[in-house]
């Protein structure tokens, strides 16, 4: 049951999030899925990974990141899936 209300709770984020943030997610999480590795290996305070997230939104949109669009890619990233990805690479 709660691993269907996670599901739920992720797609009702996604169509929360604006059409504009929607079609960057993919270079946001490529953002991500290069640069979070090294950064939680100093195992960092969350304002850094924050700020880490900040930047890609920021990267991909070129528009300084909300508190709202941090949060949101926060609740819709993946880090298993952002392994499986490095790992095929």
Same mark, same amino acid.
């Given at each position: /049951? @709660? *691993?269907?209300? =996670?599901?739920? $709770?992720?797609?009702?984020? !996604?169509?929360? /999030?604006?059409?504009? /943030? ?5 270079? =946001?999480?490529? !953002?991500? #899925? ?6 939680? +290996? /100093? %195992?960092? %305070?969350?304002?850094?990974?924050? @700020?880490?997230? $900040?930047?890609? =939104? @920021?990267?991909?949109? #070129? %528009? !300084? *990141? ?7 890619? =926060? ?6 899936? *952002? $392994?499986? !990805? +490095?790992?095929?690479?």
């Amino acid at each position: /049951m @709660s *691993a269907l209300l =996670i599901r739920v $709770a992720k797609l009702l984020l !996604r169509l929360a /999030m604006e059409e504009s /943030m929607r079609r960057v997610l993919p270079k =946001i999480y490529d !953002r991500l #899925d290069h640069d979070l590795p090294q950064v939680l +290996n /100093m %195992k960092p %305070k969350p304002v850094v990974v924050e @700020s880490v997230v $900040a930047q890609a =939104i @920021s990267a991909a949109t #070129d %528009k !300084r *990141a909300t508190m709202d669009q941090i949060e949101a890619v =926060i609740g819709l990233y993946d880090p298993i899936k *952002a $392994a499986l !990805r +490095n790992v095929k690479r």
